[in-house]
């Protein structure tokens, strides 16, 4: 067997959640591969709707393992806050949720550091969303970072101790005034819910899943375009969210890649700073954030929305091998007399079809324009059933991605999803 990734193709918010929710039912284990409570998967069941932050999106099928792999970076805090929300919906997830001792913990002074950060860049800010993810990854990548195996070990609070330290002054040259005494209270009581769960191995569960023929789906979080080394640098995350961060998330080989499962709005949208070309600034961007019901799961925020872009699209597939693409909200489009797509970037008066290396330059997107299908489609079921000017839209994606586009997801719900 091999394992399948699925991840978002653009800057976050795609629809990741409800995807692997739908795809559940088909793996006996989900994993997620990077990122921290910055991620939010938003999953829908008829009239209700839960968010989770950093717990793999399988957790609602009783019958599926799901595992928070060594790439990730964990707030006990935040943890424990999304156990409680799950037990009072009636999910047990002591069974069914492992936690690798690999990864990284997140530390109320990475909280601070975060912000204090973010505070000092002033108008470039890159719009954390200030929950330490950034100041995690440098202590990890300085080899300093705590992980949830060391709380296993009698040293662990030396080992706290030592390095809140240094946070403390790092702390000092940024002048930024904090109090972290409640919320470390409340971490280091939250770090009891996490020696409550089983601490595993993760690259030796994950690969004697594979090899004992278990069907194994890894669970990106935020989207390509955020890519720590491939994404709009510097207003990315501090992850790899590609489908190469699978690999050295979870310990699994190149040669162990399945499916990858590339997940996409029907048009663009972007929380926070950095580029986006195809950003609308008038009356059908204000129609796209409100249908849509643009706002961040984690932050709030409201989201900048904007037309499909197809060049960074295609440049998304190319770097994460795109097998099967899923198109998301198609039916926030239903009203729209006329829709774009973004096909090629005017940069510098020359036209290109590549994403450039300077995210911050001067991008004029040209576009190719469709008539809209101008009806509700959130009760079709079938593609046959889907409206010629829908029908179009998908198959020029398909022809211009030169990927299929598998699924097309006609609202919120479970149900509400067309597998072609």
């Known amino acids: 067997m091999k394992v399948d990734v699925v991840l978002g193709l653009q800057w976050g918010d795609e629809g990741k959640g409800k995807i692997v929710d739908v795809l559940t039912p088909n793996y006996g284990v989900i994993a997620r591969f990077q990122g921290g409570p910055n991620a939010g998967h938003t999953l829908h069941f008829g009239t209700t709707s839960h968010v989770l932050h950093t717990i793999p999106s399988g957790i609602f099928r009783n019958d599926t393992v799901n595992i928070i792999g060594s790439g990730v970076v964990v707030d006990p805090v935040i943890f424990a806050a999304e156990i409680k929300k799950l037990k009072d919906v009636g999910v047990d997830c002591s069974k069914t949720l492992k936690i690798a001792k690999k990864a990284h913990l997140i530390l109320p002074t990475h909280r601070i550091l975060d912000a204090a950060s973010e ?8 719009g954390s969303t200030l929950k330490g993810i950034g100041p995690t990854y440098m202590d990890k990548t300085g080899r300093n970072g705590l992980r949830v195996g060391d709380i296993l070990s009698p040293e662990f609070m030396e080992r706290y101790a030592k390095l809140k330290a240094k946070h403390e002054d790092m702390l000092k040259s940024f002048n930024f005034s904090y109090d972290i005494s409640e919320y470390e209270n409340q971490w280091l009581e939250a770090i009891n819910s996490l020696r409550e769960f089983e601490i595993i191995d993760c690259e030796y569960v994950i690969n004697d899943a594979v090899n004992n023929g278990e069907t194994v789906l890894a669970e990106g979080a935020q989207g390509a375009m955020l890519d720590i080394d491939f ?10 969210t590609i489908c190469a961060g699978a690999c050295t998330g979870l310990g699994i080989a190149p040669s162990k890649i399945g499916n990858v499962y590339g997940i996409f709005k029907a048009y663009c949208t972007r929380v926070g700073s950095g580029p986006f070309p195809t950003e609308l600034f008038d009356q059908d961007g204000d129609k796209l954030c409100e249908i849509g019901r643009e706002f961040g799961s984690t932050t709030g925020r409201k ?14 597939v190319m770097i994460n091998g795109v097998t099967e693409l899923i198109m998301m909200k198609a039916d926030v489009m239903n009203e729209f007399e006329n829709i774009k797509i973004a096909t090629a970037y005017k940069v510098n008066g020359e036209i290109t079809n590549a994403f450039p290396y300077e995210a911050q330059a001067e991008i004029e997107p040209v576009y190719t324009t469709f008539k809209g299908w101008n009806c509700n489609i959130n009760d079709i079921r079938t593609y046959q059933q889907f409206p010629d000017e829908l029908k179009q839209y998908v198959e020029f994606i398909e022809k211009e991605t030169g990927v299929p586009v598998k699924i097309v997801s006609v609202g919120p719900d479970r149900e509400e999803t067309i597998i072609r």
């Open 303 to 316: 989201r900048r929305c904007g037309w499909l872009d197809i060049v960074a699209l295609k440049y998304s």
């Open 231 to 240: 994404g709009s640098y510097p207003f990315v995350t501090s992850s790899n």
């Open 119 to 126: 505070a000092a860049k002033g108008k470039s800010k890159i």
